[in-house]
């Protein structure tokens, strides 16, 4: 079993800015991908941003310029640092890592989800 833990989220303001933070725990090997999604309500779940190890990088159209992923690989951490906010931006963002455990078995493992409520 691999763990995801999100902290971060809250209530901003337009304009304003947030770092999420997404821990990954457990019997890993190693992590190939790191990502952060977002659901709003209404909506189907979206891509917001992805990391590769080796540090590659996509990005949803929506946040590109504003939005920056990063990754700590000794700590099984990956960021979403978040400006220029827009009320478009509230939503439910989850952490996703896929890899290897160290039985050899692959993972692919969601977060429980903070909320981002981007509001005057």
């Known amino acids: 079993q691999v763990q995801l833990v999100e902290s971060g989220g809250g209530l901003v303001q337009p304009g304003g800015s947030l770092r999420l933070s997404c821990a990954a725990s457990?019997?890993?090997?190693?992590?190939?991908?790191m990502g952060w999604y977002r659901q709003a309500p209404g909506k189907q779940r979206e891509l917001v941003a992805a990391?590769?190890?080796?540090?590659?990088?996509n990005y949803a159209d929506s946040v590109k310029g504003r939005f920056t992923i990063s990754r700590d690989n000794a700590k099984n951490t990956v960021y979403l640092q978040m400006n220029s906010l827009k009320p478009e931006d509230t939503a439910v963002y989850y952490c996703?890592?896929?890899?290897?455990?160290?039985?050899?078995?692959?993972?692919?493992?969601w977060g429980q989800g903070t909320q981002v409520t981007v509001s005057s």
């Open positions: 996703n890592a896929e890899g290897m455990m160290l039985s050899n078995g692959r993972f692919d493992s």
């Open positions: 457990g019997r890993i090997f190693i992590i190939y991908r």
């Open positions: 990391i590769i190890s080796g540090s590659s990088t």
